[in-house]
Structures are given as C-alpha cells and as structure tokens.
C-alpha cells in the first residue's frame, strides 16, 4: 500500500483534484459579488464580555431568576435553612463575580498599555532590514508559523473579509522578513478557502502590500496553498520553476477532525477491498498521511486574540506546538509576531524527557 | 517538617507559612475558609471534567535540592490536595496524565521508580474501606495503551480498578498511564476499521467525529472537557487530549511548579472558570433564544400589528 495512494483515495471522495492543481491564471478576473454579511458562526468560547454595568445586570438578573435557582437548589437541598444557606452562599459567589469584573477592568487597561508599549519599541517601518534585525538577535526560528485569526464583525475595526485579507497580507510580509519558510493561516469558518473571487483579491492584496516592503521590481517568490481543495496560486511574479520564500497555508475547521473522519472512512473502505491490513495502521502511517492533506505540524502558534481559544484546530498537528497569545489583544500587530518568536527561541523542547 | 529553615538552609516565607499552617487555631481557620469557599463555588456553574498536566516534580527537587523521589512525592501529596478540591465542590470527572509514551525516554531507574510510586499511590487510596478513594466512592480508571505496561504492575492496576468499579457516585479518576492523543487516536481508528471490517458497522458512512471519540481510551461516557491545566509555565499540550481540548475548553497555563498548585491556584482557576461560563451562559439565555429555525421563519410584521381605531370619513358613508 503506497501511502501517497490513501491521500489520493480520501481527496477524490472529495471531488477534489488528486494532484496539485494550479489555478493561478484561472482566477485573475475580480468578482465582486461577495456576500460579506454571512460571516458564519463564531466558536462558543470566543464570546467573553466584561463591561462592569454589564456585569451588575447579569447577578441581579440571576439572583431574582427564581426558576433557575430552585432547580439547582433542589439537587443539593430541602430544608428551609438549606434553601437560606444557599442563597447567602450564591449571593457571595456574584459578589465575587463583581470584584473579579472590577479586578479584570484594570487589568484589561495595565494589558492595553502594555501592548501599547511594545507596539512602540517594535515598530516595523515598513522595512524588512529593521524586522531581520530584530529576528537576527533570537537564537532559533520556527520552522513552520501557525495563527489562529479571528473573523471579526464588519463594522468593527480590521473586521469583516478585507480586514482579514489585510491581516494575512501584513502576516506574510512580516514572515518573509523574517525568513520563516511556511505560514498557516487558520480560520475557523474558512470563508476564503471556499471563495475563489476572495481567493483572487487575496493574491492582489498580498503583491500589494509586499511591493510596499520589498519594492515593485522584486517581489519575493510566495505560494498561496489550501491544502483541503488541493489548490495552488503563484504570486504575479513567479512561474511555478523558479524557487517558492514562502508558502502560505490556508487552513479551516475542516482540516482538523473532519479530515480525520474522512480518513477513516478510507482505510476502512480499503480494510473492506483487502488492500490495507489492520496491523498496517500506525501512528506514522496517519501522521503521514495528515502531513499530506493538512499540512506539516506548526513549531509555534499564534492566537490574535484576548482569550486562548483553540477553535477545532487540527488536533493531530499541535502535538509539541508552543502556543502563544497576548490577553486582552485584538489585533494583528507586528508586536505580538517578535514576542511570540522570542518566547519560542527562549523554550526547551524536550520530548518526554 | 522543616521548621521554617528549608533544605537549602534558608528562610523562606514558604516554609514561615508552613510553621504558622501547623498552629491549631489556624488549620482550623484555613479549613473552615476552605470550606466556605468549596460551599460558595457550589452555587455557580460546576464544570464537569478537569484535566491535569502534572509538570514540574524535578523541578522541585532540583529547587530543593531533594531527591528526585521525593520530588515525585511531594507531588502526589499535592495531587490529592487538588482531588480533594475538585470533587468536594462537585467535578466529576478529573484526568491526570500520569506517564507518557514518550516518557519511557527517561532513564530506566526513573521510569521504575515512577511505575512503581504510581502503583503504590493508587493502593493506598484503594486498598481498604477506608482510604481515600473507596470512602470517597471514587472510581480508578486506568487510560491508555496498556501493552506497554510490565505485567505485574498492570495486574495489580487492574485489581485496583476492579475494587473500585462499583463506585456509587459519579466521581471519577482517569488515570493516563501510559497515554499520548496521537496513540489513542490511531487506536480509535485502528478499532473503528476492524469494526467495519467485521460488519460491526454497516456502512462506513456511519463513521462521524463522535464514533471517533466514543473509541478512545476513555470510552463514550466521558463528559466533554471543560478545563485543561497544566502547571510549571510551560504552554505546550504535549501530545495529551489534544482532540478534546481543542473544542469549547478552556486550556490554562500555570507558572506554579506542580508541588506547590495548592488550594488557592485550583479554586482561582475553578472561580474564573465559572465566572466565565455564567457570563456565556446569561449571555446565550439573551441572545440564543432563537433557534436557527425561529429565526429562518419569515415574520409578517403587518399582520401581527395591533388592530387600528375604526374608520372614519366624513365623505365616504
């Protein structure tokens, strides 16, 4: 059993194209007939609200929810001096919650200057010397970089599909820079994986914002790869010989594990055709085959967001991954890229030992 | 007990607070506010299941400057010290990643001695009607590959589950032993393959994510994961649960060393996590009353209007 076979079997149930397929030239009219609105579902814990009045509503609102409460007392007591305790208990309980939300206030303006901070010791310019100057003081580089981005609403600040556009785009300058080989880029609801206009005004966005960096003549060599429709797109400049800086990956939900069940369901279709024997499935044999329809696993991850959130990242692939991410930060800034960088070059990864 | 001086031979406010703990009046006082705040955490959302990455055992000793073992020690002291919070204020289920696959990298003597402290921590809390687990109604799983275990300890593990299968209560201790998420995911696939192979499952069709899961190691009556910790300031998951954390967890990394995660460092971590889930959970009560359904149906705003004042015209009769 070849394993670039299994790859093969699980893309073409897929309808997707067994081999690498290059749309580069496919794509370059513009269509401008996205439906920004749908922006999908956000995962459950990326909800976290903290405003202090807020907050006040909400423990007046559950301390006079009286249905709610008799439901929980019920599991734990009766009696009528059990039923007082209760309520002085839970009215402690959302005192606290009170102070932690006084508590969270500050903290969230000493992080806001924090970041401010930094924001202003680490300034990218526009320039890829300055941002090689700072990566040249590390002593090690990931390999292969990982952000997790968030889809924001599109009346808020960097929200909506051009906002995350601008980030990847501002992303791959910063990790050409850097010298960092591979970048994925993972959105939960994959909104431009499925798109091919969004796809075609990514590619524009990226040259753009890289002639900034780098000038009009040169550009770097990038690849933009979606590993889940087996697609490829060349930047403008290069032809699919010369040598590739930086291979951008995009990434969705369904790459984790959807991708997983779909590869189950092909050894188990082959298991039934007597081409794949029980004992032949192995840790490798998956972990190869998963590099081949996902992606290599991530050296360091980034989450651009105020809460650790995972949001269904493939599973498979964040075995030793370092994670990173700065509380009470909603942006993609170049900040947060060096400190993250500096964190990986500072950690010892020891497998087990 | 070091009488205020540790091993290194210096003063330490530690070991200061560890003489004062040791006062009467004042271990009645710190478990009577112990228990208040066990009574108060009770009262808001409880999660269901905390995972544990016990790290930082050798760390401590080497601090210490104690012997590796009684770095080990030191840290199933405090693990029973975080069991005792989690199932007091009423977790269910709580997993610890005991060893790893990728433990058996370490040295032969500690790899030994490890097997060895394990079994002998699980005895304790199981052996008589009395110790800990038992009194406790608490039931002892062991989870992971259990091929490469030495027989005699896994003979003795599986005694240990077997006496405590019979648990009333709900509380569980998953014990991963010797366990990665990579090993149990080949082995949910490598399970789920035969099964088709075999006509178990019909059609390979049936095969989802919750088939996937319900053949881990931990079986399917594991209730979803609420919160992973893992300690001493490392923020790596390192091959542990990587399939459950991923998904409406929250995942927290702790600078403490794993000897030292007392009380306070589990119950502020139980309180933020509870204090979060009620925000989401006011939050959905609000917003989420509409269900996907509700919310396709289209609503004919004019016909729900109020019924208008009659009528009335001065030229038309």
């Known amino acids: 059993m070849t394993t670039s076979k299994l790859a093969d079997h699980v893309r073409s149930e897929a309808n997707v194209h067994t081999s690498m397929h290059d749309i580069s030239q496919e794509i370059n009219v513009i269509d401008s007939s996205v439906d920004d609105d749908k922006l999908g579902h956000q995962p459950p814990n990326s909800i976290r609200y903290n405003g202090l009045i807020h907050m006040i509503m909400i423990t007046i609102n559950e301390l006079f929810n009286v249905n709610k409460l008799k439901d929980r007392t019920k599991k734990q007591t009766e009696s009528m001096l059990g039923l007082i305790q209760f309520y002085i208990y839970h009215f402690l309980l959302l005192f606290i919650y009170i102070l932690i939300t006084i508590y969270k206030k500050f903290q969230t303006i000493y992080r806001k200057f924090f970041i401010k901070f930094y924001t202003l010791i680490y300034h990218h310019n526009n320039s890829p010397q300055l941002i090689r100057d700072d990566v040249n003081k590390l002593n090690k580089l990931p390999k292969t970089l990982s952000c997790i981005l968030d889809l924001k609403d599109k009346d808020d600040e960097m929200g909506g599909i051009d906002g995350l556009i601008n980030q990847i785009s501002e992303l791959t300058a910063w990790t050409l820079s850097c010298g960092i080989p591979v970048l994925q880029i993972y959105e939960f609801n994959g909104k431009l994986i499925t798109n091919k206009s969004l796809l075609t005004k990514l590619n524009y966005k990226i040259s753009k914002n890289l002639a900034k960096y780098f000038g009009l003549n040169n550009l770097p060599n990038y690849s933009i790869k979606i590993p889940h429709e087996n697609l490829i797109i060349f930047g403008p400049q290069n032809t699919s010989n010369s040598e590739i800086d930086l291979q951008i990956h995009l990434l969705s939900r369904i790459d984790g594990k959807p991708t997983i069940v779909e590869l189950t369901k092909t050894m188990s279709e082959l298991a039934i055709n007597k081409e794949l024997t029980i004992q032949d499935i192995s840790i490798d044999l998956i972990d190869e085959e998963l590099i081949e329809l996902v992606g290599p696993e991530p050296d360091l991850l980034i989450y651009f967001g105020p809460n650790l959130d995972l949001q269904d990242f493939p599973p498979w692939h964040i075995r030793l991954t370092e994670i990173y991410w700065e509380p009470e930060n909603y942006d993609v800034n170049y900040s947060i890229l060096i400190r993250a960088l500096q964190k990986y070059s500072n950690c010892v990864t020891n497998v087990g030992k | ?317």
Request: charged letters at 25%.
């Open chain 2, 1 to 317: 007990m070091t009488f205020g001086i540790d091993t290194k031979g210096s003063y330490s406010i530690n070991s200061i607070f560890n003489i004062l703990s040791n006062f009467p009046l004042l271990t009645y006082v710190i478990s009577f506010f112990q228990d208040f705040m066990i009574e108060i955490l009770k009262t808001g959302p409880i999660p269901q299941h905390i995972a544990i990455i016990m790290d930082g055992n050798r760390r401590y000793a080497k601090q210490k400057n104690i012997p590796l073992k009684e770095g080990h020690t030191a840290g199933a002291e405090s693990l029973v010290n975080v069991l005792d919070v989690c199932y007091r204020t009423g977790v269910q289920h709580v997993t610890i990643y005991a060893f790893s696959i990728e433990n058996f990298n370490r040295s032969k003597d500690e790899v030994d001695t490890l097997f060895g402290l394990l079994r002998d921590k699980l005895k304790m809390i199981s052996e008589h009607e009395d110790s800990y687990a038992r009194f406790n109604k608490i039931r002892v799983r062991i989870i992971g590959n259990r091929t490469y275990i030495p027989l005699d300890i896994l003979h003795d593990l599986e005694i240990i589950e077997e006496t405590t299968k019979h648990a009333t209560s709900k509380r569980t201790l998953n014990v991963c032993f010797p366990y990665t998420t990579r090993d149990e995911i080949s082995h949910s696939v490598r399970t789920i393959v035969s099964k088709v192979e075999s006509g178990e499952i019909e059609s390979k069709n049936l095969i989802d994510s919750k088939l996937i899961e319900d053949n881990f190691y931990f079986g399917s009556d594991v209730p979803p994961l609420d919160i992973l910790i893992r300690t001493s300031g490392h923020s790596r998951l390192s091959d542990f649960m990587l399939w459950q954390s991923n998904f409406n967890s929250t995942i927290e990394f702790v600078n403490t060393l794993w000897p030292e995660f007392k009380f306070f460092s589990m119950t502020s971590i139980l309180l933020k996590w509870s204090y979060y889930r009620t925000l989401q959970l006011e939050e959905l009560s609000i917003m989420g009353v509409k269900t996907d359904q509700e919310l396709k149906q289209k609503v004919n705003v004019l016909k729900e209007l109020p019924k208008p004042p009659p009528f009335v015209s001065v030229t038309q009769r």
